[in-house]
């Protein structure tokens, strides 16, 4: 590891202008590669206190040895140095994307003697005209079999062309009409080259020219009785507007545009592009990059937006590109954009209208990415049995924690405090032992007593059943306090009905002699509690006085992801690129969903209560049927005995005891407007108005830190 004051220029020696600048380790490899307004001013923030810096920016500061740089006139220039250099040295800590699958194009070889179409994947070539990106390449296909009957261009390799010249007989595209033939001379070169040439202007968007010709010509056919001939053009019409079906209109007046969002955590990004030309959508395709640096998302647009017109120039770059958050500064980007285009290039958010609402599209497709990536990635054995070794490594345990459990607390303002518990085996999910519980041992906000409580109980309630089967070691001694029985759950877990979404109750779950599950009954190899220092220490306290020592414990802080561990100080920094460290957040994270699920179901309960919920053996179907028929509690409640059964479902016995319930039940004060003095009539529904937009209650169910400040 280096000291990067032994690197550090000399005062003076750094020029306050703009630049490119590149840190080489010790081996003279280029590690990273940067750009400045001012040299001066950025390269001193990396020579600062080391404490102070970002862990990511320190580790790379500590593997460099030297640091040089290279002055330009302009922030453009800048721009486009960088770039080149990072496509020439591939830095290991600068952020790089990588296409999450190889995109088919679908491409026009205008630098041929006779243009032709087919699929391309790969690096893209001069002189050739291409679209999309595509999903698939049958979706180009279909595309262009729709599209050659009205422009029959060539398709056919080298090899089949010089044949068919050869022999003087076309292929069978030729004979059928979806192919002029230029290979036995049908057309000439340039009008080949003019077919070609309509063909591109029809995929770049500009469909109306050529369906209003095609059906001006249709109409002189008719009229001068050649029906064949506009038989003919109706169907070329028909391929035309069937091939445009396969991309609707997203955006009207026929914009061309690109639209980039990012979806990202704390270790990984990935990065969606929709291509939109004469307001359709032509193509789609995405990447995926680990947050190597510390970097914001406007840093990100700036990778993603070199990475995509890097090596593009004229009609590639779109006269919009709109983008989630603009890169600091700007300007230098939409130059570079525009002197790459050749012409204007706005680069913006969207603010409202159809492409706001084309961008939350594109936003859901980042999430899928990426929610798909990090799958993938936690499904390769190779890569779990790493992140366990790196785990074992770092907490310095005896093996690898093929078990582990993740606790966390979720609140909401101190109201409604729950608990989660949820099980990884071997590095995956194990849906059917997650656990939740209802923190009652107190009431208020207090994590860290939160903490110890849920330990407690669970780790007791093992304990509970360690003895139970008789698992003891001659000369142990069980630790109880005499509530916890054999079979049931302890008080406020679950009694293993578990949320739709996480329904997998009984899936591998082993058993006792009598058929029960045992819940219990399997201690992990470590424990892991979402939060630092004060969580830790109370996890470790509650397993100390239950006399438990063979279990490892640790917290994963959320604000750098740091590792820490009872009694220690310092927290440990597991490596950026740890597979360990990826394992550790995705427990935390899933720990973090299921509590805050659990949460928010408890509180809709609560908002939900209903007079009728405190009638004995009334179901939620004849409370359906009941408010339905009445229209309100209010009404049901001045009912008669009668009129209560006249409810299909309802017998003259349930009548009376829902009336001595309601009866019972004092109905609220009415509510005053204050300004007025009025007496406001309360419908009394049974539920309130206000469900999914209670106060605290999130925008989005899928997205539980929206609000932090208020719900955890």
């Known amino acids: 590891m280096a000291d990067p004051s032994s690197y550090r220029p000399k005062p003076g020696q750094i020029p306050d202008s703009p630049g490119v600048y590149r840190f080489r380790d010790e081996h003279r490899r280029v590690i990273y590669v940067g750009k400045a307004k001012s040299l001066r001013q950025r390269l001193a923030n990396y020579f600062q206190d080391l404490a102070g810096l970002h862990p990511r920016?320190?580790?790379?500061?500590?593997?460099?040895?030297?640091?040089?740089?290279?002055?330009?006139?302009?922030?453009?220039?800048?721009?486009?140095?960088?770039?080149?250099?990072?496509?020439?040295?591939?830095?290991?800590?600068?952020?790089?994307?990588?296409?999450?699958?190889?995109?088919?194009?679908?491409?026009?070889?205008?630098?041929?003697?006779?243009?032709?179409?087919?699929?391309?994947?790969?690096?893209?070539?001069?002189?050739?005209?291409?679209?999309?990106?595509?999903?698939?390449?049958?979706?180009?296909?279909?595309?262009?079999?729709l599209l050659l009957r009205v422009f029959p261009v060539r398709t056919c390799s080298a090899g089949v062309f010089k044949n068919a010249a050869r022999t003087g007989r076309p292929c069978l595209l030729g004979y059928i009409g979806k192919c002029s033939a230029p290979c036995v001379d049908r057309v000439s070169a340039e009008e080949h080259r003019e077919l070609a040439e309509e063909f591109s202007d029809f995929m770049a968007g500009r469909t109306g020219t050529y369906l209003r010709r095609l059906e001006k010509q249709m109409t002189e056919a008719a009229e001068e009785m050649e029906y064949e001939r506009a038989a003919r053009l109706r169907d070329d019409i028909e391929a035309l507007k069937k091939?445009?079906?396969?991309?609707?209109?997203?955006?009207?007046?026929?914009?061309?545009?690109?639209?980039?969002?990012?979806?990202?955590?704390?270790?990984?990004?990935?990065?969606?592009?929709?291509?939109?030309?004469?307001?359709?959508?032509?193509?789609?395709?995405?990447?995926?990059?680990?947050?190597?640096?510390?970097?914001?998302?406007?840093?990100?647009?700036?990778?993603?937006?070199?990475?995509?017109?890097?090596?593009?120039?004229?009609?590639?770059?779109?006269?919009?590109?709109?983008?989630?958050?603009?890169?600091?500064?700007?300007?230098?980007?939409?130059?570079?954009?525009?002197?790459?285009?050749?012409?204007?290039?706005?680069?913006?958010?969207?603010?409202?209208?159809?492409?706001?609402?084309?961008?939350?599209?594109?936003?859901?497709?980042?999430?899928?990415?990426?929610?798909?990536?990090?799958?993938?990635?936690?499904?390769?054995?190779?890569?779990?049995s790493r992140a366990l070794e790196e785990i074992a490594e770092a907490l310095d345990l005896d093996s690898a924690p093929l078990r582990i459990e993740c606790y966390d607390i979720s609140h909401l303002q101190g109201d409604d405090v729950v608990a989660s518990m949820v099980v990884f085996e071997d590095g995956l999910q194990r849906k059917s032992e997650y656990r939740r519980f209802q923190i009652k041992g107190f009431a208020g906000q207090d994590d860290v007593r939160s903490m110890h409580e849920v330990i407690t109980r669970r780790f007791r309630r093992y304990l509970a059943e360690k003895e139970r089967t008789g698992e003891w070691a001659d000369g142990e001694t069980s630790v109880t306090d005499g509530t916890s029985t054999g079979t049931g759950l302890p008080d406020g877990t679950s009694n293993g009905t578990h949320l739709p979404d996480d329904s997998a109750a009984g899936l591998g779950a082993l058993k006792d002699d009598?058929?029960?599950?045992?819940?219990?009954?399997?201690?992990?190899?470590?424990?892991?509690?979402?939060?630092?220092?004060?969580?830790?220490?109370?996890?470790?306290?509650?397993?100390?006085?239950?006399?438990?020592?063979?279990?490892?414990?640790?917290?994963?802080?959320?604000?750098?992801?740091?590792?820490?561990?009872?009694?220690?100080?310092?927290?440990v920094v597991l490596p950026r690129t740890s597979e360990g460290l990826y394992l550790l957040q995705r427990v935390r994270d899933e720990a973090h969903r299921f509590a805050i699920t659990y949460q928010r179901v408890k509180r809709a309960k609560r908002f939900r209560s209903s007079p009728l919920d405190d009638v004995p053996g009334l179901g939620e179907t004849r409370k359906q049927a009941l408010i339905k028929h009445f229209g309100s509690v209010k009404k049901l409640r001045s009912a008669?005995?009668?009129?209560?059964?006249?409810?299909?479902?309802?017998?003259?016995?349930?009548?009376?005891?829902?009336?001595?319930?309601?009866?019972?039940?004092?109905?609220?004060?009415?509510?005053?407007?204050?300004?007025?003095?009025?007496?406001?009539?309360?419908?009394?529904?049974?539920?309130?108005?206000?469900?999914?937009?209670?106060?605290?209650?999130?925008?989005?169910?899928?997205?539980?830190?929206?609000?932090?400040?208020?719900?955890?």
């Open 57 to 145: 920016t320190r580790s790379m500061v500590t593997t460099a040895a030297s640091v040089e740089w290279t002055v330009v006139s302009t922030e453009v220039e800048a721009l486009q140095l960088e770039y080149s250099w990072i496509k020439e040295y591939d830095p290991r800590f600068n952020v790089k994307y990588r296409d999450d699958k190889s995109y088919p194009y679908l491409a026009v070889t205008m630098n041929e003697e006779y243009p032709r179409v087919q699929v391309m994947r790969g690096h893209k070539k001069k002189g050739v005209r291409y679209f999309g990106p595509y999903a698939h390449a049958w979706a180009i296909r279909d595309t262009v079999d």
């Open 640 to 712: 008669t005995i009668e009129q209560i059964c006249e409810v299909p479902g309802i017998g003259r016995k349930t009548a009376e005891t829902i009336a001595v319930a309601l009866a019972r039940t004092a109905p609220p004060a009415p509510a005053v407007n204050t300004a007025t003095g009025e007496i406001m009539e309360d419908d009394e529904t049974g539920v309130p108005e206000t469900t999914a937009d209670a106060p605290g209650e999130p925008v989005s169910a899928g997205a539980p830190d929206e609000r932090r400040g208020q719900e955890r």
């Open 243 to 384: 091939a445009m079906e396969k991309n609707a209109v997203v955006l009207a007046d026929a914009t061309d545009a690109d639209l980039i969002a990012v979806a990202e955590d704390e270790l990984e990004a990935a990065v969606q592009i929709f291509h939109v030309r004469g307001g359709r959508v032509r193509g789609q395709r995405g990447w995926v990059t680990d947050k190597v640096e510390e970097i914001t998302t406007g840093a990100l647009v700036e990778h993603a937006l070199q990475q995509l017109y890097g090596e593009e120039t004229g009609d590639s770059v779109p006269k919009e590109v709109l983008v989630p958050a603009l890169p600091d500064p700007v300007e230098p980007v939409q130059e570079w954009l525009t002197v790459r285009r050749g012409s204007n290039v706005s680069l913006r958010i969207p603010q409202r209208g159809d492409k706001k609402a084309l961008m939350e599209t594109v936003q859901r497709n980042a999430l899928q990415a990426l929610a798909l990536h990090k799958t993938k990635r936690a499904s390769d054995l190779t890569t779990r």
């Open 514 to 571: 009598d058929g029960r599950p045992r819940r219990f009954a399997y201690p992990p190899q470590l424990v892991v509690v979402d939060g630092g220092q004060p969580q830790v220490a109370a996890a470790k306290r509650a397993l100390d006085e239950l006399g438990i020592d063979d279990i490892a414990v640790c917290g994963l802080a959320k604000r750098l992801e740091e590792v820490w561990l009872p009694g220690e100080d310092d927290p």
